[in-house]
């Protein structure tokens, strides 16, 4: 292939399209959406500054209370709030449909509530107009519709035959088209790289973010390119402009649409979930067959109270140096939270269970894997998510036992009851235990969870490029 | 200049060009009549090398085209029924893409030089192509052709739709390209302007040339007669 003529016949092709009004008219059209997508973005990222404000109010609150029972504390609880991801601003992913704030307390595994699907009509399920979701859904259609003539148009008018003996090669026409409408594609492409890194620019991020852009960027980059090879390749393998779009057209629909949905549908079919009341149900069921732990004499906990007063040789709980009751509760917290972890653990299972199918549908569809990596990266995926539930429950957990641990030491053995101002705990005791603090996973476990993705992108980029060659020994300008 | 041995192609079992044999000299105007689907633009393709013989050889330059595309593609141009281009450009903007594309890097003043030799106005050569009439966007092809300096000129019905006065001004430019060492090989219906542009004419039949003369042996009444009679 010669340089010189590959970049004639894409500067042919930018020229060719420039010379038309269309192309204005459709930059325009993305300028405004990519505002309003931005816009959007910003608002909801501006959400975090709230999420930030009622966290620091359910700290001042927590720590506000006065010398108390440590168990009361521990059902006074606190909330959780789940911030945002920097990069959230560019890909929103699942975080409409999941919840933000859960209250942690002694016992009990709230759910994650007040997601914004929650307080929304139901437009939301169509989707939230995102820049990552312009760049997956919009940006294709509209390279499709610059492209898809690309070579055919100009076998139906004999231009191609011309090209050919003015000496050009097939490759060098494929390759020339396919740079300038990959060109293009960036065009396009460069407003919404140059507002995310605007928009990043607001605030100061640790290099962690600035490697996830890097890694979504180069990922989007790829996706443009299979895009604009895949017009390139319908195009020349079609026999008329009309049949080429129209291909497109279905494929766009297919691998947008058709295969997500069914996927989706297939792997629940496969995999179903329970009911957030099947699923609450069936781990009250299993907790009370553990008996109360707040009741000293429950039946279940009789075995455990005769081999601690064995232990220390006493005939009764009251003689024991420390209080019981905290450490029955210490003992049913623990068994109660296992309990609770592996139902959600199984919950969480089915769910990767379902998407598994998505997961590996990206190998025969880029859009399902920069789609998926686009959201694992902007931290909007269901992982995410399920990474905050697990550490919101762990600090649950914490919290509890700690309580408990202050309850044990601090209150007297012969002490059952924790109402009154009497056995308490002093104050101090609330400020030393942390507050909630939510880790994104690192970006090394984030690229590890979406491999198939990344192998995706890098496979379809492979393929095009054998689709490209192959057309260019066989292709026919008749 | 160009050259048909033994040439045939056949699409699966339908014979398209059978056994082909035909030169034309340095100069000459070689006009090829024939129903549609009687193998003239087969034959084009052919020579074209975008169609592989399926036996015998097609010569330009005396390289056989199949084994040199290159070389033979850098002394052919090809002119189309239609010359389509790119609309959104100009006549000027076209000629320079194309030109560059063959390789010659020609300035702009020296561009606008061949359009005119070719007869295209100098007041049309910014307009968009999608401006141009017929035959103007015969004369930007025909332009393509000479900044390429192409020795052989392959014509596919180059006169189809042209308006008399069109067709009278493009045979004179044949007839000057012709005179300037150029072979011209045109595929055409139009039996007159046949007789009056080439210096030859053949009739191809099911894929058979099934008759070749020279044009002073024969007026065009005679012609027609003979075309009504073998096809």
């Not at chain 1, 595994?109 to 939301?124: D, G, K, P, R, W």
């Not at chain 2, 189309?80 to 390789?103: C, H, I, R, T």
């Not at chain 2, 966007?137 to 000479?146: E, T, Y």
């Not at chain 2, 900044?147 to 044949?174: H, R, W, Y």
Request: aromatic share 10%; with cysteine; hydrophobic share 45%.
């Amino acid at each position: 292939m010669r340089r010189d003529v590959l970049l004639l016949v894409a500067r042919q092709f930018w020229t060719s399209v420039f010379k038309s009004k269309a192309i204005y008219l459709l930059l325009g059209l993305t300028l405004i959406l990519l505002f309003y997508a931005a816009f959007s973005g910003v608002s909801y990222h501006e959400q975090n500054h709230h999420r930030i404000e009622h966290q620091q109010q359910a700290r001042e609150s927590w720590e506000a209370n006065p010398d108390k029972h440590p168990h009361r504390m521990a059902h006074f609880g606190t909330f959780a709030f789940r911030l945002k991801h920097p990069l959230s601003i560019f890909d929103f992913g699942v975080e409409s449909f999941t919840g933000n704030a859960v209250f942690l307390e002694a016992h009990k595994q709230n759910v994650v509530n007040f997601s914004e699907a929650s307080y929304s009509t139901s437009l939301i399920r169509f989707g939230e107009l995102s820049m990552g979701m312009i760049l997956q859904l919009i940006l294709p259609l509209i390279v499709f519709f610059l492209g898809y003539a690309a070579i055919v148009a100009d076998r139906e008018n004999g231009t191609l035959k011309i090209l050919l003996t003015q000496g050009a090669t097939w490759k060098e026409v494929l390759y020339g088209r396919a740079l300038g409408l990959f060109g293009l594609s960036c065009l396009f492409y460069l407003p919404f790289v140059f507002a995310t890194v605007a928009l990043l620019l607001m605030e100061s991020y640790t290099a962690d973010v600035w490697i996830r852009l890097l890694v979504i960027l180069a990922s989007y980059l790829l996706y443009l390119f299979i895009v604009s090879l895949l017009t390139i390749i319908i195009s020349v393998g079609s026999k008329t402009s009309k049949n080429a779009l129209v291909k497109l057209l279905g494929i766009w629909l297919l691998l947008v649409v058709v295969i997500p949905r069914t996927s989706q549908a297939v792997g629940s079919f496969l995999y179903p979930t329970p009911t957030k009341l099947e699923f609450r149900g069936a781990i009250e069921e299993e907790v009370i067959q553990f008996g109360d732990s707040h009741n000293a004499n429950d039946p279940y906990y009789n075995f455990i109270r005769d081999s601690v007063l064995e232990v220390h040789g006493v005939q009764s709980i009251n003689e024991l140096p420390f209080n019981y009751p905290g450490f029955q509760m210490y003992v049913g917290e623990k068994i109660s939270t296992e309990i609770y972890v592996r139902h959600h653990k199984e919950l969480l299972d089915q769910y990767r269970r379902q998407n598994q199918l998505t997961k590996w549908l990206a190998l025969v569809n880029p859009y399902l894997g920069v789609k998926g990596l686009s959201m694992a990266l902007c931290g909007t995926d269901l992982e995410t998510y399920a990474s905050f539930q697990h550490q919101a429950e762990a600090y649950r957990y914490e919290l509890a036992q700690a309580m408990n641990e202050l309850q044990i030491k601090h209150i007297r053995a012969n002490v059952t009851s924790s109402e009154g101002k009497v056995n308490v705990v002093d104050r101090e005791e609330w400020k030393s235990f942390p507050d909630f603090t939510y880790e994104y996973p690192t970006v090394e476990s984030t690229l590890g969870s979406e491999l198939l993705a990344l192998i995706s992108i890098l496979l379809w980029s492979v393929v095009a490029l054998g689709m490209m060659n192959y057309w260019a020994r066989n292709a026919s300008a008749l | 200049m160009l050259e048909a041995v033994n040439l045939s192609k056949k699409y699966g079992q339908k014979d398209a060009v059978v056994d082909l044999n035909l030169k034309v000299e340095k100069g000459e105007v070689f006009c090829l009549l024939g129903q549609n689907g009687a193998g003239k633009t087969t034959t084009i393709n052919l020579f074209l090398g975008l169609l592989d013989p399926t036996s015998g050889k097609a010569l330009v330059g005396g390289l056989d085209v199949v084994e040199n595309k290159v070389s033979t593609n850098q002394i052919l141009a090809y002119i189309p029924e239609v010359v389509q281009l790119y609309g959104n450009l100009s006549g000027l903007e076209n000629l320079e893409f194309f030109s560059k594309l063959a390789g010659q890097k020609i300035a702009s003043d020296e561009l606008s030089k061949l359009l005119l030799e070719a007869g295209l106005q100098e007041e049309h050569h910014k307009s968009k192509l999608s401006s141009y009439s017929k035959g103007m966007r015969q004369k930007v092809g025909i332009a393509i052709a000479l900044s390429k300096q192409a020795q052989v000129i392959f014509m596919d019905e180059p006169t189809s739709g042209l308006d008399p006065k069109a067709t009278d001004e493009f045979t004179n430019i044949c007839k000057s390209l012709a005179k300037n060492g150029k072979s011209i090989f045109m595929a055409t219906h139009d039996i007159f302007n046949a007789v009056n542009v080439g210096d030859r004419v053949g009739i191809m039949n099911e894929g058979r040339l099934i008759y070749s003369s020279h044009t002073e042996n024969i007026d065009a009444s005679e012609m027609q007669e003979l075309y009504l009679k073998t096809i």
